[in-house]
């Protein structure tokens, strides 16, 4: 009977873990999802300063050095477009990628939330995407 009640307990204790671990792998793809939609929300509105408070830090970095200007700055004189709304998420660990309707953003997780670390990027067939903006 004690051998019953152990496996029985061990069923239910996989069970909730399992449930509990799908909760949070779809809790991860909604925070990338709504990261990726702030991001797209403020670039469409021109607010570059919002923007980049969503990017990652090594992100800013680069983009910054790249056009010896402040992130805003150098955004607004890049004018990057819109990907539009968000199609698909997948989440890997700490590394997130969202497809939008025309554009792919990759993103990681920080202690802060997640952070977009490359926009603009299109796919080619065999290569790596090629991304516009992207940290070091």
Known sequence: ????????????????????GCGAVAERRDDVRETAAVFEQALGEGAYDRVCAVLAPATVEELEQSA???????LSEEAPQPGGPVRRTDVYGN???AVLSSDTLF???FTSGWRVVAAGCEPRPREP?????KGG
């Open 68 to 74: 010896g200007s402040p992130c805003a700055k150098a």
């Open 95 to 97: 590394q997130a990628r």
């Open 1 to 20: 009977m004690a051998g019953r009640a152990c496996g029985v307990a061990v069923s239910v204790l996989l069970t909730v873990c399992g449930v509990s």
């Open 129 to 133: 995407y090629r991304c516009r903006i």
């Open 107 to 109: 993103l990681s997780h």
